[in-house]
């Protein structure tokens, strides 16, 4: 059964640099997962901020980045801004049809 | 413009049934795969299950396994999630969700409360 594992929560300052990560309980995250990321505010739908790894969705602020860090999948935010304090969910795509949420990162910015 | 438009939810008791439909608009539907992903108050995202464009290929999460089905109608531009034996933990907002470029989900629904109570 796999898991997808995410810091429950993390801060940072205003105009600081974070890095959210997305690893797997059994073996490392790679390219060949297709990781995506998602920011989710209160009552609203997920919306995406990166997908295969390092792709930044359309109107994504390059302010956000993503990577594979050692065998995680990561999330760089470098000059944090008040409005990304935000629940962050990584998604990794398994294969056959199948994927899997990460358990969501709540980012503070003060 | 994508529009992703769910309906069907509501209060239902243990054990009950109810059937969730996703309306789709503003691309063809016929060529994305789907799905439906849900969140439980206070709680992470969860996918449920995936749908092929045409239906030739479907997944569901372990969770809800022999429980509910997929099932979308490319003619009515609609997918549907009809969910069986409903406990007090499915309760959650549905959401219907496209699948785009790099297997992301590119275009999310509102989302529809679906609340499993006695």
């Known amino acids: 059964h796999t898991v997808v594992t995410q810091e429950p929560s993390f801060s940072v300052s205003p105009g600081g640099t974070v890095t959210l990560t997305c690893g797997l309980t059994?073996?490392?995250?790679?390219?060949?997962?297709?990781p995506s990321w998602y920011q989710q505010t209160p009552d609203q739908p997920p919306r995406t901020l990166i997908y295969?790894?390092?792709i930044r969705a359309s109107g994504v602020p390059d302010r956000f980045s993503g990577s594979i860090v050692g065998d995680k999948a990561a999330l760089t935010i470098t000059g944090a801004q008040a409005d990304d304090e935000s629940d962050y969910y990584c998604?990794?795509?398994?294969?056959?049809?199948?994927?899997?949420f990460g358990g969501g990162t709540k980012l503070t910015v003060l | 413009e994508v529009q992703l438009v769910e309906s069907g939810g509501g209060l239902v008791k243990p054990g009950g049934s109810l059937r969730l439909s996703c309306a789709a608009s503003?691309?063809?539907?016929?060529?994305?795969?789907m799905n439906w992903v849900r969140q439980a108050p206070g709680k992470g995202l969860e996918w449920v299950s995936s749908?092929?464009?045409?239906?030739?290929?479907?997944q569901y999460g372990d969770s809800v396994k022999g429980r509910f089905t997929i099932s979308r109608d490319n003619d009515k531009n609609s997918m549907y999630l009809q969910m069986n034996y409903l406990r007090v933990e499915d309760t959650a907002v549905y959401h219907c969700?496209?699948?785009?470029?790099?297997?992301?989900?590119?275009?999310w629904g509102q989302g529809i409360l679906v609340t499993v109570s006695a």
């Open positions: 969700a496209r699948v785009g470029l790099g297997t992301r989900f590119d275009h």
């Open positions: 503003g691309f063809t539907f016929n060529t994305y795969s």
């Open positions: 749908i092929s464009s045409s239906s030739s290929y479907i």
């Open positions: 059994s073996g490392s995250v790679s390219t060949t997962y297709y």
């Open positions: 295969s790894t390092n």
């Open positions: 998604l990794l795509y398994m294969g056959s049809g199948i994927w899997v």
